[in-house]
């Protein structure tokens, strides 16, 4: 069973960072994408960033290039999310999810191709 909990939001001041967390549990074995994920009040949910459990080679939306970025801690089976530079448009719930055997589709921050989806934590960027 697969399992994804996040943690690490909170309210932050524009120009801000704050570093999230994914707790997983359940990924042991294969190839599998674990990717971060906000939706808006309103919006669609959209992916922020990905990576793939074996070549490691993270992948990021253009809105946050250069902002964020994704760093593993394999001992403790934790997906990292740091975000530095956080602007108002950043305010969202965030979400870790991983694809494991599902259809998986390019780029990898489709949400469609992830399976499996933690609840959320929350971010808020104040101008």
């Known amino acids: 069973q697969v399992q994804l909990v996040e943690s690490g939001g909170g309210s932050v001041q524009a120009g801000g960072s704050l570093r999230l967390s994914c707790a997983t549990s359940g990924l042991t074995y294969g190839s599998y994408w674990l990717g971060w994920f906000r939706q808006a009040p309103g919006k669609e949910r959209e992916g922020v960033a990905a990576?793939?459990?074996?070549?490691?080679?993270?992948f990021y939306t253009d809105s946050v290039k250069g902002r964020f970025a994704l760093s593993r801690d394999s001992a403790k089976n934790t997906l990292y999310l740091q975000m530095n530079s956080l602007k108002p448009e950043d305010t969202s719930m965030y979400y870790c999810?991983?694809?494991?055997?599902?259809?998986?589709?390019?780029?990898?921050?489709?949400?469609?191709?992830?399976?499996?989806w933690g609840q959320g934590t929350h971010v808020t960027v104040s101008s």
């Open positions: 990576i793939d459990n074996l070549s490691s080679t993270p």
């Open positions: 999810a991983a694809s494991v055997g599902a259809s998986f589709k390019w780029p990898p921050t489709l949400p469609g191709s992830y399976n499996y």
